[in-house]
């Protein structure tokens, strides 16, 4: 059963991220230490004894499909209903339109907890605050004030629709048209595949983002257009009206998330009530201008899926140390320095054996890394929200465009790697559903694949994020991660003067790994820089979250638990990182010279 780490949780909040200095500044709306804590306290609660229960259900029951509609498993409607009813769906929402206005960084915190108990059920919010905040940013008024507020009640969900069976990674090939009506409407015509959550009976409506091409539009990515077609036309008393032309076709028989209905959407095939072929949509934005808008809607979604692997990380993880503490099996290796009797010759909990300690250290020290990576990412889109001035909020944004691909792609690496070793830590009862670990890692392997590959995120960061503002932008970071690793070094305690000694190390690798590649997109190495982007993206993400923990055992008050773990990962973990390096500053030649191994 999962049990949220509440105080990990807050502590990484309050003292890692910063959200306790913002609250103290005043930028962090209403926020309270004691406000804090209540959210996250009852966050806790509805995810372990609301969703948790529904989670193995909904895995073996899965959605069904049957006529153009998807029924979800038993309880998941009136889970949905008690979950929106509580206010979850608005917490970090405008307040204008009856959102919260609470940080972001809570936010992705209580989607933590979501994901954990039930990734199936997690990931379905995540669409719908997505959709606020396209809307919010590029919608008309006319449009903000008619979908806004049953979005952000959860009343209505919303999708992204983007993939196409010949367009994925590259939109560039997308064929889903829209034609234009006098009435300032338009009609799409066209098929999208994999649409989580496109049709189902959580709510009754859903409201769909769809990416659509003009007759007149440029060729490429320049001449997509972003429009909102809901699944019923809205009365203007807000109420559901006529079935609109755009209707779910099948839905996929996947590896994980069974609960969860990946769809294939077909719009305009003459199906709905208007009378006419063509589904209704309306423009979001400029016409030709909609890849920018939905870059909106995926930066949030890029974050929150990597807190779906976050969330199952740590679920595995919490489900691995309580198996490895009852678990017994051989006898004790363990040689206590004072120890007046041997050791006992009975059977042990496994957790006493050094190789399952390992595992554990290992899935503790990535869960906590990527925790604070994704918090830190949120904190930052917070801090550009609530900024003083134009300098200062762009100086955020770019710490949050450079966060984004690590906040994607460690936590859902981590989901991956962390749920395996669950399985590992179990033995065989891993290998059988009976223990429920399987079904995490059948989950966790998705989140590195959608909402752009963690290939994709590594070009990204790479090549858009790192030459922002001439190089200043990463450079001003990778300062403050070195400081701190002097503020580690200055500690005159045991054991800290170790840790910055391997975190000041990292530091020089990154550093020189960061300045070739900045140097290799100057000199238009285009090939060499993106020969060395996953490493980069890998070999950066260990030692920002390294640096965190460090910043945790810096903070940490009465104890020494947040030091070892932060120098476990130091001389485990991050020993990888002179090799991510040398991949870095010389792989290029080496997979240029074996691609004829692939003939």
């Not at 009813?85 to 307040?95: D, R």
């Not at 009976?201 to 990416?211: M, Y």
């Not at 260990?542 to 773990?565: I, S, W």
């Amino acid at each position: 059963m999962y049990r949220p780490p509440i105080e990990e949780i807050a502590f990484t909040l309050r003292h890692i991220v910063g959200l306790e200095q913002a609250m103290a500044e005043g930028r962090a709306g209403d926020l309270t230490d004691d406000l804090l804590d209540a959210i996250l306290a009852e966050a806790g609660r509805f995810a372990e004894q609301e969703i948790a229960p529904l989670a193995a259900g909904g895995d073996r029951e899965g959605a069904r499909f049957q006529d153009g509609r998807v029924t979800m498993p038993a309880g998941w409607k009136a889970l949905y209903t008690a979950w929106r009813e509580g206010g979850w769906n608005g917490l970090s929402a405008p307040e204008e339109q009856g959102g919260q206005g609470l940080p972001l960084s809570l936010a992705v915190a209580a989607s933590e907890m979501w994901n954990g108990a039930s990734m199936a059920f997690g990931i379905g919010p995540t669409l719908t605050a997505g959709a606020i905040e396209a809307l919010e940013a590029h919608g008309s008024d006319e449009l903000k004030q008619r979908y806004l507020p049953k979005l952000v009640s959860g009343e209505w969900m919303g999708t992204m629709n983007l993939t196409e069976p010949q367009a994925g990674s590259d939109l560039s090939t997308l064929r889903t048209r829209a034609e234009r009506r006098g009435d300032g409407t338009y009609r799409i015509f066209g098929q999208k595949i994999y649409i989580t959550y496109g049709e189902h009976d959580l709510t009754d409506n859903i409201v769909h983002l769809v990416l659509a091409r003009l007759p007149d539009a440029p060729e490429g990515v320049k001449g997509i257009s972003l429009f909102l077609v809901p699944k019923f036309l809205p009365h203007q008393n807000g109420t559901p009206g006529a079935r609109n032309d755009a209707f779910c076709h099948a839905i996929e028989h996947k590896l994980g998330i069974h609960a969860s209905p990946t769809c294939t959407m077909i719009f305009g095939d003459g199906r709905g009530e208007s009378g006419e072929a063509g589904a209704i949509g309306w423009l979001v934005g400029e016409e030709n201008r909609g890849l920018a808008c939905m870059f909106t809607m995926m930066n949030a979604a890029r974050l929150f899926v990597g807190v779906q692997g976050l969330g199952v990380a740590e679920a595995a993880y919490g489900q691995a140390l309580a198996y490895a503490r009852e678990r017994r099996q051989g006898r004790s290796t363990l040689l206590a320095k004072d120890r007046a009797e041997p050791p006992s010759r009975d059977m042990v909990p496994i957790i006493e054996h050094p190789d399952v300690a390992r595992m554990l250290l290992s899935m503790k020290a990535q869960v906590s890394a990527a925790r604070a990576i994704a918090y830190s990412c949120g904190h930052a889109l917070d801090r550009a929200k609530h900024a003083a001035g134009e300098e200062e909020a762009r100086f955020w944004r770019e710490r949050a465009n450079l966060l984004t691909p690590l906040a994607k792609s460690f936590p859902t690496d981590v989901g991956v790697d962390v749920a395996s070793l669950g399985i590992q830590i179990h033995g065989g009862m891993g290998y059988v559903e009976e223990t429920g670990a399987a079904r995490l890692l059948r989950d966790a392997r998705i989140a590195p694949i959608y909402e752009g590959t963690n290939g994709i995120q590594a070009i990204d960061l790479v090549t858009r994020k790192l030459p922002q503002s001439g190089g200043e932008s990463v450079r001003a970071y990778l300062g403050e991660l070195g400081e701190i690793a002097a503020a580690a070094r200055g500690r005159n305690e045991p054991g800290f003067s170790a840790l910055a000694e391997r975190l000041e190390d990292a530091l020089r690798d990154l550093t020189e790994a960061t300045d070739r590649l900045l140097s290799w997109l100057g000199e238009g190495r285009m090939g060499d820089a993106l020969a060395g982007a996953t490493p980069y993206q890998r070999l950066f993400a260990l030692v920002a979250g390294n640096c965190y923990l460090a910043k945790g055992a810096l903070a940490e008050r009465g104890g020494t638990a947040r030091l070892h773990l932060a120098r476990f990962m130091a001389d485990s973990l991050l020993t990888e990182v002179s090799g991510l390096k040398r991949q870095v500053l010389t792989g290029g030649e080496s997979l240029e010279a074996a691609r004829e191994c692939l003939q």
